[in-house]
């Protein structure tokens, strides 16, 4: 059973992010304000349910949250910045979209750049714990894969509508055959790549 909240005495925004392991396309990142008393019977880790129960969560959770936003940061900035720091900047940028004012944030993961002077509670595997933070996780999960699914119409070789951009085996030998497009991180090394067809 998941939390409500991490801490009752300020308004709470959960923060999680979708995509950091990949090696194509945009990191995303969502930030979520639940009323305290919502309760969803399925609602957990996005990467624990199916594409169908995702899709179904998110319509549930834009109906019914006080606030969210999604925001992305694409492959260049990735490689300009390095992955952590643009999936933090991804959740800072969510977190600016809020209109609805919070004192506190949960964020899933074990590292975050303080926002503003707005206290936060970083908690290793928190989209398990506490409905907010998972309920970004489902967020930032179903508009990641909406995204890669549209750049898969433009790039149908590397075959992103199954394998979402991950480093799956037939993605590495995709861009061993075709080269890189211009959504592939650079930053991400080829060279491991190919040892990893191997």
């Not at 720091?85 to 600016?96: E, F, G, N, V, Y």
């Not at 861009?175 to 067809?197: A, D, N, T, V, Y």
Request: overall charge positive; some cysteine.
């Amino acid at each position: 059973m998941l939390k409500p909240y991490f801490q009752s005495k300020s308004i709470e925004a959960g923060c999680d992010e979708a995509g950091r392991g990949c090696l194509a396309g945009p990191v995303f990142a969502a930030a979520v304000i639940l009323p305290v008393d919502y309760h969803h019977d399925i609602l957990t880790d996005s990467k624990q349910l199916s594409e169908k129960r995702r899709n179904a969560l998110r319509k549930d959770i834009e109906a019914n949250a006080l606030d969210f936003a999604v925001m992305a940061i694409d492959n260049i900035k990735i490689d300009e910045i390095n992955i952590l720091q643009a999936s933090i900047l991804a959740m800072h940028q969510s977190l600016d979209k809020l209109k609805t004012q919070f004192g506190f944030i949960i964020i899933d993961g074990n590292y975050f750049k303080p926002y503003h002077k707005i206290p936060h509670k970083t908690i290793v595997k928190g989209d398990s714990c506490y409905f907010s933070i998972a309920a970004a996780s489902v967020l930032a999960k179903t508009y990641r894969d909406e995204y890669i699914t549209q750049a898969h119409e433009l790039y149908p070789m590397y075959d992103w509508i199954k394998n979402k951009g991950y480093a799956t085996a037939s993605h590495r030998a995709a861009i061993m055959k075709h080269g890189l497009c211009p959504l592939h991180r650079r930053s991400f090394q080829l060279k491991e790549m190919q040892l990893g067809l191997f």
